[in-house]
């Protein structure tokens, strides 16, 4: 007579969620032996997945049964023993054996001779199930991503809405983050200041205590806060509603970079590191101490690169003479401000140029990001560059759609970026004069972006937008001369004839000088007209 075990399993896992309740398994399992007339000699009950191999109630059902305590397993279902391929191939093997002689679920009879085949395919089954359930899960949570919905935690400031499984405002918190942006961005905090400062206003740790130092700049450095969020190392627009703007976001980044650094620049052994490029084969330059000599050099992660060292006080002086080149005389910069003044008086014609251009702007950028995609796709590069390139697009993006949005409620909110830009370059060339080797490189940052390489000792650099027209500026005028700024454009195309630089109209009409220089145009053609 065959003695039977009877096993009932159920976990918390969610493949698991449709399945009856241990005490409704146990009730069915017994009925069915009861009305079969089997024996029964024990009941197990495990609660635990059966993902993993290794569960002990079952491993000890098993151990009876090769002891003759049983011959045959009651179950619900087939997939209750087993959900890997070592369990699995352990019944099977079993039972090929008749060491199991029977084992008996709901709406089946396995036997050694006819049914190990059958059981195979119901267990191979029950593994690949396990499979694509975390395939199907985490496309299911990228998927989410996409749409804009952050697939876990939200962050302080925010709550998870359970019900409608969206992210909202926590309206007490929020005012405490975003008065901590505002707080650090005036530069005058360090992060144990924001912690001390969130603390008072209700952003606790866990236990209660001031946030530590590198919680809060995680709070700081998260654009979570701006309206994207990061997920699986990518960065993704998000539906929810931004507690701060892109703009107050980069200015406390600036802050960071700047705070971050110590002031005294001889201990900072790599200040200029993550600011260069090799131009040879493209990898990082990194900057390694001997004989109490800085030298930068290519990582030459790629291998078969040529590249020499330099030495740190060769490379700055290079930097500073570059730095110079895009500096802003004081001249110009007075009769740019002076001029943004009045155009502040007298905006509204210059809003929709200003407007159409961004809007180019945006999907100029989009359509960046999407080539960007295909090159990944295509294999063309490496995920870390595509997820670096990513973030960049992703942040200007986020700049100028801010601009945008703000312009179309009316204003001139081009003058605020345009001023602060005017006061940038005008502080350059005291920043290449000085020693402070990270003011240089924050500075070189704005410029160039990742856009400064180094090749053959030399650095070679491509400026974005405005800087190269400025710098072209400063080629073909004296500091004295400011009569060229004052120069009407002709026609909406930017073909103002000191223009010599090789470059697209297209990028040129984004520039902000130049768009200036169109505003102007509009105001002596107003006069003309008059
Ligand atoms: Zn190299």
């Not at 009651?74 to 029977?102: E, F, H, T, Y």
């Not at 709406?107 to 690949?128: C, H, I, K, T």
């Not at 400062?197 to 809060?216: C, I, M, Q």
């Not at 070189?444 to 053959?456: D, Y």
Request: proline share 4%; glycine share 6%; aromatic share 8%.
């Amino acid at each position: 007579m065959t003695t039977y075990f009877i096993y009932a399993r159920k976990s918390t896992d969610v493949e698991d969620k449709q399945v009856l309740s241990i005490e409704a398994q146990l009730a069915e399992l017994r009925t069915l032996a009861k009305n079969e007339g089997l024996e029964v000699a024990a009941e197990f009950v495990e609660k635990r997945s059966a993902k993993m191999p290794g569960r002990p109630i079952f491993n000890d059902m098993l151990q009876r049964i090769q002891t003759g305590e049983a011959q045959g397993i009651v179950c619900w279902k087939i997939d209750r023993l087993a959900r890997n391929p070592v369990d699995g191939g352990q019944i099977s093997w079993l039972l090929q054996q008749s060491v199991i002689q029977s084992i008996r679920t709901h709406d089946r009879n396995f036997l050694p001779a006819d049914n190990v085949l059958m059981m195979s395919v119901e267990l191979g089954m029950a593994n690949q199930f396990i499979r694509d359930l975390s395939s199907n899960t985490s496309r299911g949570l990228r998927h989410k991503a996409r749409r804009g919905e952050f697939p876990g935690v939200a962050p302080v400031g925010y709550l998870n809405d359970t019900r409608n499984k969206t992210i909202i405002v926590d309206r007490k918190k929020s005012k405490a983050i975003k008065a901590a942006f505002e707080l650090y961005a005036q530069g005058n905090s360090r992060l144990e200041d924001i912690s001390r400062f969130l603390y008072e206003n209700g952003v606790r740790s866990f236990y209660g205590n001031p946030l530590h130092k590198d919680r809060a700049r995680f709070i700081l450095v998260n654009p979570f806060y701006y309206g994207h969020f990061r997920y699986g190392g990518e960065i993704y627009e998000g539906k929810h509603t931004p507690l701060v703007d892109k703009h107050l976001f980069d200015k406390v980044q600036v802050v960071l970079a700047r705070r971050g650094h110590p002031q005294t620049t001889e201990k900072e052994p790599k200040a200029l590191c993550g600011l260069l490029r090799c131009g040879e084969c493209g990898m990082g330059i990194t900057a390694e101490k001997q004989k109490g000599h800085i030298y930068y050099r290519c990582t030459k992660k790629k291998g078969g690169c040529s590249q020499p060292y330099v030495r740190e006080e060769i490379l700055a002086a290079d930097l500073s003479s570059i730095l110079t080149r895009y500096a802003m005389p004081e001249g110009w910069a007075k009769e740019l401000s002076r001029m943004a003044d009045e155009d502040e008086k007298e905006s509204s014609r210059t809003t929709a140029t200003f407007v159409h251009g961004l809007r180019e702007q945006v999907s100029d950028l989009s359509r960046k990001l999407d080539r960007l995609t295909d090159l990944y796709v295509e294999q063309d590069i490496d995920r870390e560059t595509y997820l670096a390139r990513k973030r960049g697009f992703m942040s200007e993006k986020k700049s100028v759609e801010e601009i945008l949005s703000k312009s179309q409620r009316g204003g001139t909110p081009w003058l605020e970026p345009m001023r602060e830009w005017i006061k940038d370059a005008s502080l350059l060339d005291g920043i290449a004069k000085n020693d402070d080797l990270p003011s240089k490189k924050s500075s070189l940052q704005k410029i160039f972006g990742s856009n400064l390489t180094l090749r053959n000792k030399k650095v070679e650099e491509i400026p974005a937008k405005q800087w190269a027209t400025l710098c072209v500026a400063r080629k073909n005028f004296s500091e004295n001369e400011r009569s060229f700024i004052l120069a009407p454009a002709v026609g909406l195309e930017p073909t103002t004839y000191w223009l010599t630089a090789n470059r697209s109209t297209i990028e040129l009409r984004r520039n902000m000088l130049l768009f200036l220089m169109i505003t102007l145009k509009t105001r002596f053609q107003n006069k003309n007209t008059k």
